[in-house]
Nanobody, 126 residues
């Protein structure tokens, strides 16, 4: 599965962005039965977990730093996941990656994800 994240950009603090992640090209495979997630990596820092969602959308988890500000969702008809980001802060600046998990719900452990998108850059100015 090849993934393409989109929707990043430059936004002022307090603003909103909506990221999307969908298969790129004709991968010939659907990941509707897999859990998915968003991770991010800021300059000079390690990759960190942002949010995860189960295959059916019923289970979701968030990093403490984004709880109540970000919402992960998915549309299995489109094989796409989303990350709605509100009340953005400068510390949210990072390259955001989407990932497909090994099972129905893979949580926050990056080792439980085997397909990764190329990332989309989010820059929040103060």
């Amino acid at each position: 599965v090849q993934l393409q994240a989109s929707g990043g950009g430059l936004v002022q603090a307090g603003g909103s962005l909506r990221l999307s992640c969908a298969p790129s090209g004709r991968s010939g495979r659907t990941s509707s039965n897999n859990g998915k997630a968003w991770f991010r990596q800021a300059p000079g820092k390690e990759r960190e977990f942002v949010a995860a969602i189960s295959w059916n959308g019923y289970s979701r988890s968030y990093a403490d730093s984004v709880e109540d500000r970000f919402t992960i969702s998915r549309d299995n008809r489109k094989n796409t996941i989303y990350l709605q980001m509100n009340s953005l802060k400068p510390e949210d600046t990072a390259l955001y990656y989407c990932a497909v998990g090994l099972g129905a719900y893979s949580g926050s452990d990056p080792h439980r994800y085997n397909y990764w998108g190329q990332g989309t850059l989010v820059t929040v100015s103060s």
